[in-house]
């Protein structure tokens, strides 16, 4: 179930970046693509009935039936580099606000070209 | 007429990704992973050249790494490469952060006035979330966690500050020294493990009893310089989107 | 029936209704909003496929400190746009 979700969630974020003009909202619909990506990638490693990959005291052997653990060490780093990418396209943004004062793509680069 | 073309992309998109992905047999079906297919059932049972050595809580001893939290051996021990070009790549965007908005010199300014509720309880609030922040990233090889939440979580706790008191700023330059510091750690840990060890990053203590505190080798080590890097990092960026044009 | 499948069926409809109107909405203000309750709900499906350092990474990068920053850039639009 959920997993169809996620491929549905990259869906809405592509159709986000098609059919939005403003600045900040392409950003908000590369975080939607982002998120359904980063859940994909871990529902990929999902094994039903298992456990966290953590040894604990209860689940004290590694014989037991446990979640892939290599999708989530991939995904950790996944998410903090999303901050910065992100951060870094809003600083862009703020710039083009200032030199243009405008967010809208077609008032930007569109005046010449239509 | 734009949407209905964007409609009909997706459509076909989506499609071809539903086709491709459960049409045929190598991609299993969701929940039903045979993990001894996989790569991961090395990094399980902590050996990379035996087969299906039973690791035990509390038992098991000297292992290639001593962490009980199974991400945590992946992401700084396995494949700690990788995660030194995150970091990388996390340094160069915060870099580019800084040269778009740093040259603004003025502060932005809230909309809102903080009341007396909001100053003191962000005080009081945050060595807590900082202290969370510290023994998340020093206790990753035990607990969920690691460098990356912990850092970030001692950012959040600057932003509460940030929030709360309109004349409060940062010094950047301590924090800018405590990121250079920890990158420049960090490559010298992995060059450290080269000479005595073999390879780069490799880990170069004694891994003791799996579920001590003292038991992983560098592991430790390497995800407090990552979680004051990643600290750092993130509270320079939040300083840099607080800052405004002042000229008109 | 157990609780965890139901708990994954309203997750994933909230997810799809939450995405939707964050592309769609008018007012860039409620679609980051609507983008921070989204990463709530992705820290709930972390949790449900077992993964619990991805969901303390999502739930303090994701709907904190991205939210943040998005709010500080449409603060300081707005101050530019008073200006003129």
Known sequence: MIQYVSILLMLIGIYGLLINKNIIKIIVALNIFEVGLNIFIISVGFVSGGVAPILTSVNNSSALIFVDPLPQALVLTSIVIGLGTTALALGIARKMYTTYNSLDLEEIGGINND | ?248 | MKIINIVEIVTSLLLLILAILAVSSKKMINSIIYLSFLSMLAVVSFVIMRSPDVAITEAVIGSGLVTAVFLFTLLSMKKVGDKK
């Open chain 2, 1 to 248: 007429m734009k949407k209905i073309v964007a409609i009909l992309f997706l459509g076909i998109l989506g499609f071809f990704i539903f086709s491709g992905i459960y049409a045929n047999d190598a991609f299993g079906s969701f929940g039903k992973v045979n993990l001894n297919d996989r790569v991961s059932n090395k990094f399980i049972t902590k050996s990379v050249t035996n087969d299906n050595e039973i690791v035990e809580y509390n038992k098991s001893s000297n292992l290639e790494t001593g962490s009980s939290n199974y991400v945590t051996s992946i992401v700084v021990n396995y494949r700690s490469f990788d995660t030194l070009g995150e970091v990388t790549v996390l340094f160069v965007s915060s870099l580019g952060v800084a040269l778009l908005l740093g040259s603004f010199g003025g502060k932005l300014t809230l909309k809102y006035k903080a009341n007396f509720i909001l100053r003191v309880g962000a005080k009081t609030v945050f060595p807590l979330i900082a202290l969370i922040g510290i023994y998340i990233f020093t206790h990753g090889h035990l607990t969920p966690g690691g460098g990356f939440p912990g850092g970030s979580m001692i950012a959040s706790a600057v932003l509460l500050l940030y929030l709360s008191d309109e004349n409060f700023r940062a010094k950047m330059s301590s924090f800018k020294l405590t990121e250079s510091l920890m990158g420049s750690l960090y490559v010298l840990v992995g060059i450290f493990g080269l000479f005595t060890a073999g390879y780069f990053l490799s880990n170069f203590l004694n891994t003791g009893v799996v579920g001590n505190l003292f038991s992983a080798g560098i592991v430790p080590i390497v995800y407090v310089l990552v979680g004051l890097k990643v600290g750092s990092e993130l509270t320079g960026i939040i300083t840099d989107f607080l800052k405004e044009e002042v000229n008109e």
